[in-house]
């Protein structure tokens, strides 16, 4: 298995309050992703890095920021967490690779609810 | 734009029956297709990738799947269904270029019965 450690596993907060949510790998991959996952949307991809200090939107990136700051660690942060932001977070890492033949593997991910 | 359809998002089979989970895909680039399987409140894993070499691909657990460019499609099978493959299955395609990024379907809850 792909080495990625997601934290935390759980999460409860309340509505407003920041949240930040880590993803760590030891595969020294160059990209990681984030995404959400709710019921009748499949995954939606949030932000993704290509390498430090490298980020760029996915599809739903409202209300989200991110920071890599080292090839290992990949964070997300809701800077006021709001109702709609409950779900689950997985983090996904891949190789470099060619026209997109690489797969994605992902972290076990962070359930999150916000009250 | 790439895009990946899943027909059913619940099918059901008995334990050694046939499973057949269906995938249909967009792309404007010769496409880089996965299926990936998710267990109970466990992360997404990898089950087999289509690169451009063989059209049949074998993966893991038993799996198969056969890229068809005529029909688009990338179905998953499996001859013999058993009580551990119930989970839900996600077709993936790539967006192309060098970030890796996925467009995923919407996933299909294979339920089995004994």
Redesign the interface.
Known sequence: DAGITQSPRHKVTETGTPVTLRCHQTENHRYMYWYRQDPGHGLRLIHYSYGVKDTDKGEVSDGYSVSRSKTEDFLLTLESATSSQTSVYFCAISASGTGGNQPQHFGDGTRLSIL | AQSVTQLGSHVSVSEGALVLLRCNYSSS??P?L?W?VQYP??????LL?Y??AATLVKGINGFEAEFKKSETSFHLTKPSAHMSDAAEY?CAV?????????I????TLLAVQP
């Open positions: 680039v010769p880089y996965f990936y409140n466990q992360g997404l894993q990898l990738k690169t451009s996600f790539s967006e192309g270029g060098a970030t890796n990024k996925l995923f379907g919407t996933g």
